[in-house]
């Protein structure tokens, strides 16, 4: 950098070093405040946004829905799982398994329907259940959709 250049920025070198002084108070005032999202992501620390218990639509369920809807909906109507992928190679489809049941914290089955492996993991008796879990995994990109079995 020329010269003249550095002085007609900073004019002097005591301007030069209150600058500095100035941005390193700053970085500490910053760095003394809770770590941000950010932050916790250059550490190496996954990022998970707080999400509702449901994520469904609540303005549905009026206090006006009878006794009897309440208890259809209750009860059991199948049983339900989410499929993750499906692979057409078996070793692909093993290193997909850990990787999703790392991340999902499910035990992943790899199920065999020719000509693909398909991955599929956790277990639900409403559709809605699973659906709810299907969005919640969608909030951290992971893709996954119900497959009802019974």
């Known amino acids: ?50 999400l509702s218990a449901s994520l469904r639509d609540t303005t549905s369920n009026q206090a006006g829905v009878s006794s009897k809807a309440a208890a259809k909906t209750s009860k059991s109507d199948g ?3 989410l499929q993750f ?4 190679d078996f070793d692909a489809a093993q290193r997909r398994r850990a990787q999703i049941s790392a991340s999902t914290g499910y035990a992943i089955q790899v199920v065999f329907d020719t000509p693909f492996y398909k991955l599929r993991g956790g ?24 497959v009802k079995l019974k």
């Open 1 to 50: 950098m020329p010269e003249g250049l550095f002085l007609s920025i900073f004019g002097s070198m005591k301007k030069f070093v209150a600058f500095l002084t100035v941005a390193a108070a700053c970085a500490m005032g910053w760095a003394a405040d809770q770590p941000t999202d950010l932050d916790s992501l250059f550490r190496g620390k996954e990022y998970k946004p707080a």
């Open 79 to 81: 049983y339900y799982v």
């Open 85 to 88: 992928e499906a692979v057409a």
């Open 123 to 146: 277990g639900w008796t409403s559709k809605k259940a699973a659906e709810d879990k299907a969005r919640e995994l969608s909030a951290y990109n992971i893709n996954a959709f119900v």
